[in-house]
């Protein structure tokens, strides 16, 4: 009985082996796929985009943030153009691409 408990137990250590070998790599969350994904654009903190900025200097639209318009923080922008921003009055703002209020 002994020498076929050992057995099992090399079977199964073989297959948790096995198992391990095989299973993909663990997936860390991935940047968005929008024009800005990160603070400071990219995983090198670049800055820089590859879009072209504004061809010309008109404000198209601004949002004023219940606190007096502070954000001491950087928006992120979804693949859909959602805009998020944190802001300091424990607030959270979605805003749609126009700059209306999606959500807060």
Known sequence: MNQHNNIFLNFLLAQFLLLC?????TVFSQPANSAWPLD??????????SYAGPSNGI??????????????CSP???????????????????LN?????KWT
């Open 21 to 25: 070998l095989t299973l993909p790599q």
């Open 40 to 49: 400071r654009h990219d995983a090198k903190n670049t800055g820089y985009s």
């Open 59 to 72: 404000l198209k639209w601004q949002f004023t943030l219940n606190n007096g318009g502070m954000c001491d």
């Open 76 to 94: 992120a922008i979804s693949g859909d153009g959602t805009i998020y921003i944190p802001s300091g009055s424990n607030a959270f703002y979605a």
């Open 97 to 101: 691409p126009d700059g209306s209020l």
